[in-house]
C-alpha cells in the first residue's frame, strides 16, 4: 500500500481508503462489515471513512467496533455531519449546535476519543459560513478533531471558506471528499485546480461508479442477482448508469485493463489516483476479494499512451450524465 499526504497537512492516508455507505450498517450483515474492515487494515488500508447519516449512525457504531482492536494511532477515522439525524429543526446543518452535538454523538458510536477528519457532509446556506468555521476551529482546540474538511463543496464555496479561514487565523481545511470517476469528471474543470491551490486534498468516493467499473454489469445481459443493482432499495444511484451505450464502453475499459494485467476496477482506481490532487480513492466492499482486488490498484502507474487510449474510449460517452 502507498500512502499520500492528505492536502497539504502532514497526515498520510492510504491510496485506498475504505468507506461505509450503503453497504456496513445497512446492506452487509455485521459480521461481514467488520471482517472486511479488519482485513483492509491488515493489508495496509490506514484510511476509514463514514458518516452520521448512513443508516442513521449504524454504519458508525460498525465502523467503531471492527477498529477497537487496532492501536488507535495506526488509523485515520473520518466521519461527517450536516444531514438530518432527527425531526427536529435543529436536527440538521452546519449550525454551530448540530456540528457540536453530533460529534459527540459520533465520537459515542465509534466508541473513540477524537476524529482524524471531521467533514461538513454538504455546504449549508442557511448557516453563516464563519459559524460553521468557528465550531469546527473550536473541536480542533478541544482535541475532539485533529482536521476538518468538506464534502461536495463547489470550487466557489471551498475558495469562500479558504478566504474566510485566512483572514480569522482559523486552522484550514485540509480535504473535499467528491465523487469522481471515469464517468463522473465534473472536479477536474474547477474543483480540484482550486482546492490544490489551497492545500485541500480530494478524497473520493465511488471510483467504480456504484460498480458499473467492476466489470459486473454487461451491455446486453440482465442485471446479476447477487448484484447492488439487483437491491431495489438502493439501486436509484445504479439504475442511470445502466445504458448498454456505456456498458459497450465500459467493456472496451476492461479490455485496456486486461492488456495490462490489471482488473477493470484495478483500472479505474489507478486512473482515479493519476491525479496528484486526489489523496485517496473511497471503496466500498461487501467480500474481502473485493477489497483484495481493489488493493490492488495502489502504486499502478498508466503511461502516457495508456491515459490517451482511456480518454478516447471515454470520450465516446463525455455526454453521458448519471444521477449521483
Not at 492488456?259 to 480513492?281: D, E, K, M, Y
Amino acid at each position: 500500500m502507498k500512502y499520500r499526504n492528505l492536502g497539504r497537512s502532514g497526515l498520510k492516508v492510504s491510496e485506498v481508503g475504505l468507506g461505509s455507505w450503503l453497504t456496513y450498517g445497512t446492506a452487509v450483515e455485521k459480521q461481514t462489515a467488520i471482517d472486511c474492515i479488519k482485513f483492509a487494515y491488515e493489508h495496509g488500508v490506514n484510511f476509514f471513512d463514514t458518516a452520521n447519516a448512513y443508516n442513521a449512525g449504524a454504519s458508525e457504531i460498525v465502523v467503531g467496533e471492527a477498529l477497537q482492536g487496532f492501536a488507535r494511532e495506526s488509523y485515520v477515522l473520518a466521519t461527517k455531519c450536516y444531514f438530518p439525524m432527527g425531526e427536529g429543526p435543529n436536527n440538521r446543518g452546519l449550525s454551530r449546535k448540530h456540528i457540536m452535538e453530533q460529534c459527540e454523538a459520533s465520537l459515542r458510536r465509534l466508541n473513540a476519543d477524537y476524529l482524524d477528519l471531521y467533514q461538513c457532509h454538504r455546504y449549508d446556506p442557511e448557516v453563516p459560513l464563519e459559524e460553521t468555521l468557528r465550531a469546527l476551529d473550536d473541536l480542533i482546540t478541544q482535541g475532539k478533531v485533529l482536521y476538518a474538511g468538506v464534502s461536495e463543496w463547489t470550487a466557489a464555496q471551498i475558495t469562500e471558506a479558504v478566504h474566510m479561514g485566512e483572514k480569522r487565523n482559523l486552522r484550514p481545511l485540509i480535504s473535499n471528499q467528491p465523487i469522481y470517476n471515469m464517468l463522473v469528471r465534473y472536479i477536474e474543470k474547477e474543483v480540484l485546480p482550486v482546492s490544490q491551490a489551497a492545500g485541500l486534498g480530494q478524497v473520493v468516493f465511488s471510483p467504480l461508479a456504484q460498480g458499473i467499473l467492476s466489470g459486473k454489469y454487461k451491455a446486453g445481459q440482465p442485471v446479476p442477482s447477487e448484484s447492488r443493482a439487483a437491491n431495489s432499495e438502493i439501486n436509484r444511484w445504479i439504475s442511470s448508469y445502466l445504458k448498454d451505450k456505456v456498458l459497450i464502453s465500459v467493456g472496451k475499459l476492461e479490455g485496456i485493463a486486461a492488456n495490462l494485467g490489471l482488473t477493470l476496477s484495478q483500472l479505474a482506481i489507478a486512473w482515479v489516483l493519476r491525479q496528484p490532487g486526489v489523496s485517496s480513492a473511497i471503496v466500498g466492499a461487501s467480500r474481502i476479494s473485493q477489497i483484495e482486488e481493489n488493493l490492488g490498484a495502489s502504486g499502478v502507474t498508466l503511461s502516457p499512451e495508456v491515459l490517451q487510449e482511456v480518454e478516447m474510449v471515454l470520450d465516446e460517452i463525455k455526454d453521458f450524465e448519471p444521477i449521483w
